[in-house]
C-alpha cells in the first residue's frame, strides 16, 4: 500500500508552511504589530523564501528519486544555513547588555552604498537592532520560532532526502 505522505505532498506542506510563515512576518508582525524586521530577521526570511521555493519546484516538478533527493538537499541546506543565522540571532538577543554591538545602519543602506561581501559580513555579526526583544509568543522570541520552524522543516527535508525509492507515486 502506498504511503500517504507521497513526497509531492511533502513538499507541497514545507512550500505551504513556508508560505504561511513569511505571510504571518509581513501581515502580522510587520503591518499589524508594526515590529520593524532587523537585518537578521531579513536574512532568516531569506532563507524561509528559498526553503519555499525549492520546495514549490521540486513539487510542481515531481522528480524520480534522483531528483527528489537533489530538491531534499537543496531545501535541507537553506533550512540548516536559516537556522544558523536564526541560532546567531539568539545568542545576540542573550549577550549581557554590555556586550551588545551598537547599532549599525539600516540593511537597505548598506546595500546601497557598501560591497556585497562587507554588507553580508556586518548583517552576519549582527547589531543592537538584533538584540533586541520585540515580541514572544508561548515564551520564544521570533529567531527562537524561526530556528525551530528549520529544525521542524529541515527534518521533514531529511527525511524526503533519506525515504525508500518506492515512496515516488506519480
Known amino acids: 500500500?502506498?504511503?500517504?505522505?507521497?513526497?509531492?505532498?511533502?513538499?507541497?506542506?514545507?512550500a505551504a508552511v513556508c508560505a504561511f510563515s513569511m505571510a504571518f512576518a509581513y501581515y502580522y508582525l510587520e503591518l499589524h504589530?508594526?515590529?520593524a524586521a532587523c537585518p537578521l530577521c531579513m536574512t532568516q526570511r531569506v532563507f524561509v523564501v528559498s526553503l519555499g521555493v525549492f520546495a514549490f519546484i521540486a513539487a510542481l516538478h515531481n522528480p524520480g528519486t534522483v531528483g527528489r533527493r537533489i530538491y531534499s538537499l537543496l531545501c535541507l541546506l537553506s533550512a540548516c544555513v536559516g537556522g544558523a543565522v536564526a541560532a546567531r540571532h539568539i545568542w545576540l538577543q542573550n549577550l549581557p547588555e554590555d556586550q551588545v554591538p551598537a547599532c549599525g545602519p539600516s540593511l537597505e543602506?548598506?546595500?546601497d552604498t557598501l560591497p556585497f561581501s562587507e554588507t553580508f559580513s556586518i548583517v552576519?555579526?549582527?547589531?543592537?537592532?538584533c538584540a533586541n526583544v520585540s515580541w514572544t509568543f508561548?515564551?520564544?522570541?521570533i529567531?527562537?520560532?524561526?530556528?525551530?520552524?528549520?529544525?521542524v522543516l529541515g527534518l521533514a527535508?531529511?527525511?524526503?532526502l533519506l525515504r525508500g525509492t518506492s515512496a515516488h507515486v506519480r
Open 1 to 14: 500500500m502506498p504511503s500517504v505522505l507521497t513526497p509531492r505532498l511533502v513538499f507541497f506542506g514545507i
Open 33 to 35: 504589530l508594526g515590529l
Open 109 to 111: 543602506y548598506m546595500l
Open 124 to 129: 552576519m555579526m549582527g547589531d543592537g537592532n
Open 138 to 141: 508561548l515564551g520564544m522570541t
Open 143 to 151: 529567531p527562537e520560532q524561526v530556528l525551530a520552524l528549520f529544525v
Open 157 to 160: 527535508c531529511g527525511w524526503q
